[in-house]
């Protein structure tokens, strides 16, 4: 940004002047009033306090002059643009009172004699007169002169001057025994256009000022914003700290577990290599059983031959005692209606060819050795295919039943049709 155009408008050749942007231009906030405007706010406290002392003032203006005129309770940034104003007042107010010390220290007037006097203001009136003619030739060919730069503004000083001088001039000649005060009138200069000009770079200097003020508010609400968005960063990272945490936790956890299941794993593959070893000795017992099984079954097939011996020599006798064996129903056969005639009063079950109840005796074979017997299907005993004696062997049947159907099955687990 370039400040030239504003200082080369007042007609001063000034060299430009550039903020850049890369050049820090803010301004930090200090905590406290600089020295020099300190000393002074320190100057008008102390000579608040005297005031108040001397009872010039009371306390309620004595608070109202520390708040609104020394700023004693504002903030630093607006005390020291208020003692600023007083520095840039400072050349005018020191001037003002250099020239009331000046006129107060003044000697005062001797009255000179009546002729004395008329004859001096005769001269100084001629003398102000030529003065002042003079003066009105010199600014009216000052003012015809071709100017550089930016024509000045025109200035009252010369309207206030003429009725200065006139006003002195009617007093002199209506009161002649005053003496006329002595009146100095400055010319215009090349210093006066140079300090009105300077003046005019100060304004520029200080609207750039302002504005330079201004961006810095800018800048500190920019960098508010940033604060407050490297806050929520700085939030949003403990979450995912936090977050972090928790995985970690959580994974620490399923390392846990994972270790526990290796241990499981572990004790199962033991179990397993212990059911292993158990399932061998099962093996080896169902072979020892097996084996078992066949000499009980070649047991059994003795213990059959025998009963075949027996039974032969059980019919031998039978044949020897002449007792008839009965291989049919009696109460079918006499047509007896009595039901004790139709049950063997031996196996108190019915006779094996009792048409009143067929279906209850039959006959059956085992199929491993063709052991031939009668089976009474109610209650699956086993009787002597010639007697119809009840059997005592080891021969046995079972019925199952599955899914609605049933089958016999022998001690060897061969299985018949019912």
Known sequence: MSIAPALQSVGLPIDEIYLDKDIDTTKKETSSLPAKYFKTQAFGYWLLLKFQSDGVIDDTTFNTLMKDHLKVYSSISD????YESFDDDFKMVSKDLKKLMKDFHKPPKVNKPKNQKNQKNQKNQKKLKEKTEKMENDTVGYETQKKRGRPKKELSKQDNDDDLI??????ALNNPENKPRRVYVRKTTKINQVDTKINEVDTKINQVDTKINEVDTKI?????????????????????????????????????????????DTKINEVDTKINEVDTKINEVDTSINQADTSINEVDTKINEVDTSINEVDTDNDNDNDEEVIDYCLGCETGADNHDAHINHRTKLYWNNCLCHDAQITTFIFTKDNFKCLLHKPSLTLLDF????????THSITSLSHNNFSFLIDQHFNTYPC
């Open 79 to 82: 005390q020291t643009s208020y």
């Open 166 to 171: 006139s006003s002195i001039v009617s007093a």
């Open 220 to 264: 500190n609400q920019v960098d508010t914003k940033i604060n407050e968005v490297d806050t929520k960063i700085n939030q949003a990272d403990t979450k995912i700290n936090q977050v972090d945490t928790s995985i970690n936790e959580v994974d620490t956890k399923i390392n846990q577990v994972d270790t526990k299941i290796n241990e499981v």
């Open 386 to 393: 010639h007697t119809q004696n009840i059997l005592n062997t």
